[in-house]
């Protein structure tokens, strides 16, 4: 079952700009996390936010939840090459055990 | 080193043959999950594990096989029952609730031959 949607699928921009990807997800959680994912690797987790915060910070990452609209998005401040990658949202739920469910995901490429 | 370690990195298999892939973690986690990815698409689960000699299936256990008699370990068997096979399969473990964070292991890519 996928909760999660990311948009947009991919996302081309050049090195030093911001790059924006959103995520939406259908019922109620309890918190929503950001992983970011190189080609053939794992996951490394990037940042958790709970359902009742509306904003949360990390390095040049900045995440943004709104419950209302079921929606989060994550900026990338001065994007570098490193930066490329897919990035999925994964949301937790209230009395779901520990399961969080992922989506698709966002291929970022960071032109040079 | 503390972390999570999946192995072989690449495994091929013969249609009608089981393989296990190993995924061991040193991270004194009580949860463990096994996740399967196909080409750009995001993660599915297929088994997890919140305590020792416990689990649960996910989404698409069908084909798919676990156990869990040590904490540090929760190899997973894909059966000849499991149609199509070939994916990346990702090993992640967490401290046990859905505010933390999941650790993931390297990933093992299966191809059947």
């Known amino acids: 079952s996928q909760q999660g949607e990311e948009d947009p699928q991919a996302l081309s921009i050049q090195e030093g700009e911001n790059a924006t990807m959103n995520c939406s997800y259908k019922?109620?959680?309890?918190?929503l996390q950001w992983y970011r994912q190189n080609s053939g690797r794992g996951l490394v987790h990037l940042i958790l936010?709970?359902?009742?915060?509306r904003e949360k910070h990390s390095g040049r990452l900045r995440v943004t939840l709104d419950t209302s609209k079921k929606s989060s998005s994550l900026l990338i401040t001065a994007s570098r090459a490193a930066d490329t990658a897919s990035y999925f949202c994964a949301t937790g739920f209230m009395n779901r055990d520990d399961k969080i469910i992922f989506g698709k995901g966002t291929r970022l490429h960071i032109l040079p | 080193d503390g972390g999570i370690t999946q192995s072989p990195k690449y495994l091929f298999r013969k249609e009608g043959q089981n393989v296990t892939l190993s995924c061991e973690q040193n991270?004194?986690?009580?949860?463990m999950y096994w996740y399967r990815q196909d080409p750009g698409q995001g993660l599915r689960l297929i088994y997890y594990?919140?305590?020792?000699?416990?689990?649960q299936k996910g989404d698409i256990a069908e084909g798919y096989s676990v156990s869990r008699e040590k904490k540090e370990s929760f190899p997973l068997t894909v059966t000849s029952a499991q149609k199509n096979p070939t994916a990346f399969y990702l090993c992640a473990s967490s401290s046990g609730s859905s505010y933390n964070e999941q650790f993931f292991g390297p990933g093992t890519r299966l191809t059947v031959l």
């Open positions: 019922t109620s959680i309890n918190n």
């Open positions: 991270l004194n986690h009580d949860a």
């Open positions: 936010i709970r359902s009742n915060e």
């Open positions: 594990s919140q305590i020792v000699n416990d689990f």
